[in-house]
């Protein structure tokens, strides 16, 4: 399991550092992803890391503004989110690839995906 953790209540323009911390074996083997929800919308992918190689992948909305980051030995995940907008506000949620074989253009999918955790609020006011 995935849990994240780190949100709060930010002014837009602001910083915030989402944690994820995960459990189990797998999780140095496996690309680690962060996407949110905001209301009333779908789910949509932020960013990932791949676990061979630390190389991000960042959605086109936060690229520039958020920085995505693992840390193995301690299985724990981040997100550091910079030049917060309104539009970000939503849960936030962690989660790592079914396999260790993702390839790039299925990096954004949900179902590549599992372990989903409860989530992280963020609210942005403006």
């Known amino acids: 399991q995935l849990q994240a953790c780190g949100g709060g209540l930010v002014q837009a323009g602001g910083s915030l550092r989402l944690s994820c911390a995960a459990s189990g074996r797998t999780f140095s083997s496996r690309d680690m992803a962060w996407f949110r929800q905001a209301p009333g919308k779908e789910r949509e992918f932020v960013a990932a890391v791949r676990w061979r190689g630390n190389v991000p992948v960042y959605a086109d909305s936060v690229r520039g503004r958020f920085t995505i980051s693992r840390d193995n030995a301690k299985k724990t995940g981040y997100l550091q989110m910079n030049s917060l907008k309104f539009e970000d506000t939503a849960v936030y949620f962690c989660?790592?690839?079914?396999?260790?074989?993702?390839?790039?253009?299925?990096?954004?999918?949900?179902?590549?995906?599992?372990?989903w955790g409860q989530g992280t609020q963020l609210t942005v006011s403006s």
């Open positions: 989660t790592k690839s079914r396999t260790s074989s993702v390839i790039w253009s299925e990096l954004g999918r949900a179902y590549q995906y599992d372990a």
